[in-house]
């Protein structure tokens, strides 16, 4: 089993910077795919970034060059910098692991960036 505790949401003006940090806590060592998703209200989640305990890493179309993920093995902590922030951005976000087929999800983080 994992659990995941995720921080650092809150609300910011447009063009500031947040940064988010999910901590795991369980029996397994080094977690394969550590990511953050998105869900807007009337929206589907969505992926933002993820990153393999190898150290690859995909993002969005939407927040390339903006946001930079990056993790702690073997603490499986993840953190998700957030620059340059756009009212469309608003969202809870919510981190995810993803460990040979076993999935688990963090409770979600608000997310708000006021125009």
């Known amino acids: 089993q994992v659990q995941l505790l995720e921080s650092g949401g809150g609300l910011v003006q447009a063009g500031g910077s947040l940064r988010l940090s999910c901590a795991a806590s369980g029996s397994i060592f080094s977690i394969n795919i550590m990511g953050w998703y998105r869900q807007a209200p009337g929206k589907q989640r969505e992926l933002v970034a993820q990153?393999?305990?190898?150290?690859?890493?995909t993002y969005a179309d939407s927040v390339k060059g903006r946001f930079t993920i990056s993790r702690v093995n073997p603490k499986n902590t993840v953190y998700l910098q957030m620059n340059s922030l756009k009212p469309e951005d608003t969202a809870v976000y919510y981190c995810r692991a993803h460990h040979y087929g076993a999935v688990y999800w963090g409770q979600g983080t608000q997310v708000t960036v006021s125009s």
């Open positions: 990153i393999t305990s190898g150290g690859s890493t």
